[in-house]
Each structure stands twice: as structure tokens, then as C-alpha cells.
């Protein structure tokens, strides 16, 4: 079965309008990065409680934590570094996640011991927790290429990844190639598209992402697609990343791009013959 996923916060900025945007389009996960532009690293005890509550009764569960983590200089101290870590951990279990999204540093690319020192640590200290660490293929950290994914995947132990990929396209890879060197250590999908040759971000299956392909490896598994669009800028994108979003297509708010974005990939999914039912889509 596959199970949708989305960043909410691309839909808008506030809670009530994120779990709207999720209930109308059937999606019962998030991954939260971030509400009214306060990204979620930054939350208060107080407002982790509230925003759970708020969650739970709206039927919707926090598949992982978009955190910033390693989203950073490699020059930061190892103190900095997992002081980041542990707050991301006491988070992710307010909220019930079992899984947070991380990087491996800016300006890392020389600096493998460092990376490998840093990340090892802090997944131990997740897995003391129940949680699992998830690192992303983010363009400009150490883990941006096949080759330093799965350097990473052999030197440390119990680390997980997503695979993204606009950002391996982003990078100068072929996301087909990507996908099926590093697919047997991938733990979930961020469903992202973009034209190679313009740079451009647009819905699913319409760039070089090769999004058919991926949902074709996938028949006969379990798996979680998180949509991360990009099709619009959003509140607190500048704090994310700090690029210009180039985007083939032109939106008038941001629930419309994302309404348009969800309804590409679920156009791709029946196509492939999965059916929607009420807790995900199968064959």
C-alpha cells in the first residue's frame, strides 16, 4: 500500500488551514516543518502540546519532523550540533513521530570524518529514544551525491535517508539512476519534479524526476510519499532555502498549487492502477 504525506505548510501558513488542505485532499500525514512561519525546531513545550491536540483531533498523524537539523555549517561545534538533536527528539515525541528529517552540513564536502562523527552520535541518541533519524539528499550538504549517500549509509550505523528527487536532479544526477542505487536503504519519498533543463519546479510526472518509475518500484511494497511541491513560494521559504523557486507554472495561492500538486500525483497513482481507499492507495 501506499500512504500519502505532505508539508502542509505549502497549503498555509496557520494549522486549521494545514489540516484543511490535508482532510479535503484525504492526506491523514504530515510532515511538519513548520506553522505560521515558525519553523518547528523553534516550538515552545506549550505549543507542541497545543498543535498535537489539535493533530490528534483532526485525524491527522505526524509521519516525521521536517527539522533543520545538520542544515548548518559544518563548523558547528558537536555541542551545538546535538543540544539541535535532542531538542528535535523531545519534539518528535510530542508529537508521536517516529521519524525527523536531517542534513549533512554545508561545506562538508572535505570534511567526511567530521560528518560521519557528528551523525553517529546524534543517531544514537535517537535510537535511545524510538526515533529514527532520516537523512535527506538536500543540494549543498556533504550527502548531496549517490556516491556520499551511500558512503554515508555504510559509515553510519542505524542511519536512515529520504530520497528526493528534484534535489539529485538539482545536483547533476539522474533521479532514475539515483533512485535504484540507493533505494534498498531509503525509508520514504519526497514527491518534488523539476525540469533539468530549465531548473524549473513543476507537478508530479510532468519533470525529469521520473516519478512513474518510482511509483513502478514500488508495486507490491509499503511505502509513505511525502509531497514537498514547491510549486509556490511559502511562508518561511527563505528560511528553508535560501535559492530563488523557479516555477514553470504560475498559482494564485499557495492551497491552490498545493491542491494541484496532490491531485498530479494522484492522477500518476491511478494510471499505475491503485485505487484510493480510506487509508491509502493499493492495487
Request: charged fraction near 30%; glycine fraction near 8%.
Amino acid at each position: 500500500m501506499i500512504e500519502l504525506c505532505a508539508f502542509a505548510d505549502e497549503a498555509g501558513s496557520g494549522l486549521k488551514e494545514q489540516i484543511s488542505a490535508l482532510k479535503e485532499n484525504g492526506i491523514g500525514y504530515i510532515e511538519l516543518r513548520s506553522i505560521n512561519g515558525k519553523n518547528v525546531l523553534s516550538f515552545t513545550d506549550d505549543e507542541v502540546k497545543k498543535y498535537s491536540e489539535e493533530l490528534k483531533n483532526a485525524g491527522i498523524k505526524v509521519w516525521s519532523i521536517g527539522s533543520p537539523v545538520g542544515k548548518i555549517d559544518i563548523s558547528v561545534t558537536e555541542e551545538d550540533f546535538l543540544k539541535d538533536v535532542s531538542r528535535a527528539i523531545e519534539i518528535a515525541k510530542g508529537f508521536g513521530a517516529k521519524r525527523i528529517r536531517i542534513f549533512s552540513f554545508f561545506n562538508a564536502y572535505s570534511s567526511c570524518r567530521k560528518v560521519v562523527g557528528l551523525l553517529q552520535k546524534a543517531v544514537e541518541i535517537a535510537d535511545e529514544n524510538g526515533v529514527k533519524l532520516c537523512h535527506e539528499n538536500e543540494k549543498e550538504v556533504y550527502g548531496d551525491s549517490i556516491e556520499r549517500v551511500l558512503d554515508l549509509f555504510a559509515a553510519v550505523q542505524g542511519l536512515n535517508f529520504v530520497y528526493d528527487p528534484a534535489n539529485y536532479i538539482q545536483c547533476g544526477f539522474n533521479a532514475r539512476e539515483a533512485r535504484e542505487k540507493t533505494q534498498f536503504c531509503t525509508d520514504y519519498y519526497h514527491i518534488k519534479d523539476v525540469i533539468k533543463n530549465t531548473g524549473e519546479i513543476v507537478p508530479a510526472g510532468l519533470g525529469d524526476g521520473d516519478i512513474s518509475g518510482l511509483i513502478d518500484s514500488l508495486d507490491g511494497k509499503n511505502a509513505v510519499l511525502t509531497l514537498e511541491p514547491h510549486l509556490k513560494v511559502f511562508d518561511g521559504y527563505a528560511k528553508i532555502d535560501g535559492t530563488e523557486m523557479k516555477n514553470k507554472f504560475n498559482f494564485n495561492t499557495n492551497r491552490e498549487a498545493f491542491d494541484c500538486a496532490v491531485k498530479s500525483l494522484k492522477k500518476l497513482l491511478v494510471e499505475k492502477g491503485y485505487k484510493e481507499t480510506e487509508t491509502g492507495y493499493t492495487k
